[in-house]
Each structure stands twice: as structure tokens, then as C-alpha cells.
């Protein structure tokens, strides 16, 4: 019922920027949080940025000052602003947001988007 499409993924240089979009689409009531996840090789998912649809952020510590998170509730969309990049900021990225459906608006769920990969070479 809800999509998730992410853009914005590549390779870059150390001390580069990237930035990432993510637009939610389909039967869409609502949209609380909305965050970006990221997965290294051999690593598990962990969560980078997360903004709630009032506004408030928060980013894990190895991001912080590099990274900025943003949304436009308009567009049911969110970004990720990434500089300094760094080669362990390497992974591919998840795009992430707990929507209330039109068919179930009481309830939350959580979709994912497919990911895209960020290269960051030293």
C-alpha cells in the first residue's frame, strides 16, 4: 500500500558530499517518524538520522555535524544531507517511515525503502 523510493546513492571522494531523498507514495493517511538506516558489509542495520513530523531530529553520534536530516510533509518526502563523508560512512542506505494507511489510519507501520549504496573512497 506504501511505497518508499530512494535516490541520491554513489560514489564518492573522503570529505565529500551526498545527499539522499526518499518519497513515500500510495494510500497515506499520515507519516509520524521518518529516518534513514544504514547496513555495512558484515554489519547490522543501525539507524543514522531520524526526524518526527514536528520537526525534532536525532542522529546517532558518529554523524553528528555531518549529517543533517530534513522532510517535507508536503511531499511525504525526506532528505539526507551528508559532508565530510567519510570511508566508513560507507553502506547502503534505508529509507524509513511509520505510516498510518488510509485503510488502517489507527495504527502505525513501519515501511522500508530498497536502499541505495554510498561508496565513500579514502
Known amino acids: 500500500q506504501v511505497q518508499l523510493v530512494e535516490s541520491g546513492g554513489g560514489l564518492v571522494q573522503a570529505g565529500g558530499s551526498l545527499r539522499l531523498s526518499c518519497v513515500a507514495s500510495?494510500?497515506?493517511?499520515?507519516?509520524?517518524?521518518m529516518g534513514w538506516y544504514r547496513q555495512a558489509p558484515g554489519n547490522e542495520r543501525e539507524l543514522v538520522a531520524s526526524i518526527r513530523n514536528g520537526g525534532s531530529t536525532a542522529y546517532t553520534g558518529s554523524v553528528k555535524g555531518r549529517f543533517t536530516i530534513s522532510r517535507d510533509n508536503a511531499k511525504n518526502a525526506v532528505y539526507l544531507q551528508m559532508n565530510s563523508l567519510k570511508p566508513e560512512d560507507t553502506a547502503v542506505y534505508y529509507c524509513?517511515?511509520?505510516?498510518?494507511?488510509?485503510?488502517?489510519?489507527?495504527?502505525?507501520?513501519?515501511?522500508w525503502g530498497t536502499g541505495t549504496l554510498v561508496t565513500v573512497s579514502s
Open positions: 524509513n517511515a511509520e505510516v498510518r494507511t488510509i485503510s488502517s489510519w489507527r495504527y502505525a507501520s513501519d515501511y
Open positions: 500510495g494510500r497515506i493517511f499520515s507519516i509520524n517518524a
